[in-house]
């Protein structure tokens, strides 16, 4: 059973460009959420999303947003990227929207903005 | 708000010794607690969960953890410390909101095993 699947692994884009990545959840699982990871930090959340709507969002700009397709998979977009945005992006999911499961994760996207 | 914190950023212990893992939470209403190991270069895997059942918790690979509501302590213990627990662990309080759930994550205890 597949877990989590997210690509790319790696990826390097320049200042001010834009970046889709994306994600595709645990069979079973119809919601999905997007974790930021600088380094040596804790995950901080992005948003979440369920029935193809995002339904909550944590404390990161406009330039960041998402879609969830029918099948549950997911994008995250970042526009006009900045060298802050480097980060390790964790893409998890979860059977509900209950925390009861916990979420199980995917092995991230590492961007470097450069 | 809902919150955790680690008390020890990097913990160190020889294999086959002990290994406690401290976190504090901060929560208004019965917590969701988690706790998750990353090894480097690697997703999280959750190895252990309490949403308000036992109050000791057994997760994987030998790790337990034990809810201690007047403590608002959740420490991540395993008997005996092998290399492959050597890794970044983080204690985590799932938190709700209006429209769904967010994980909040503490700062991460690197365990180091020595051999």
């Known amino acids: 059973d597949a877990g989590v699947t997210q690509s790319p692994t790696h990826l390097i884009k320049t200042r001010g460009q834009q970046v889709t990545l994306r994600c595709s959840p645990k069979?079973?699982?119809?919601?999905v959420s997007w974790y930021q990871q600088a380094l040596g930090q804790g995950p901080q959340f992005i948003f979440q999303?369920?029935?193809?709507?995002?339904?909550q969002r944590g404390n990161f700009p406009d330039r960041f947003s998402g879609h969830q397709f029918p099948n549950y998979s997911s994008e995250l977009n970042v526009n006009a990227l900045l060298l802050g945005d480097s980060a390790l992006y964790l893409c998890?999911?979860?059977?509900?929207?209950?925390?009861?499961?916990?979420?199980?994760f995917g092995s991230g996207t590492r961007l470097t903005v450069v | 708000a809902q919150s955790v914190t680690q008390l020890d950023s990097h913990v160190s212990v020889s294999e086959g010794t002990p290994v406690l893992l401290r976190c504090n939470y901060s929560?208004?209403?019965?917590?969701?607690l988690f706790w998750y190991v990353q090894h480097p270069n690697k997703g999280l895997q959750l190895l252990l969960k309490?949403?308000?059942?036992?109050?000791l918790v057994k997760g994987i690979n030998g790790f337990e953890a034990e809810f201690k509501k007047s403590e608002t302590s959740f420490h991540l213990t395993k008997p005996s410390a092998h290399m492959s627990d050597a890794a970044e662990y983080f204690c985590?309080?799932?938190?709700?909101?209006?429209?769904?759930?967010?994980?909040?994550f503490g700062a991460g205890t690197i365990l180091r095993v020595k051999s």
């Open positions: 999303y369920y029935e193809e709507e995002e339904r």
């Open positions: 309490y949403t308000s059942a036992a109050t």
């Open positions: 929560s208004s209403y019965s917590p969701s």
């Open positions: 069979s079973g699982h119809d919601t």
């Open positions: 998890a999911s979860s059977p509900d929207k209950s925390l009861y499961y916990g979420y199980t």
């Open positions: 985590v309080v799932g938190v709700f909101m209006e429209y769904g759930n967010k994980l909040v």
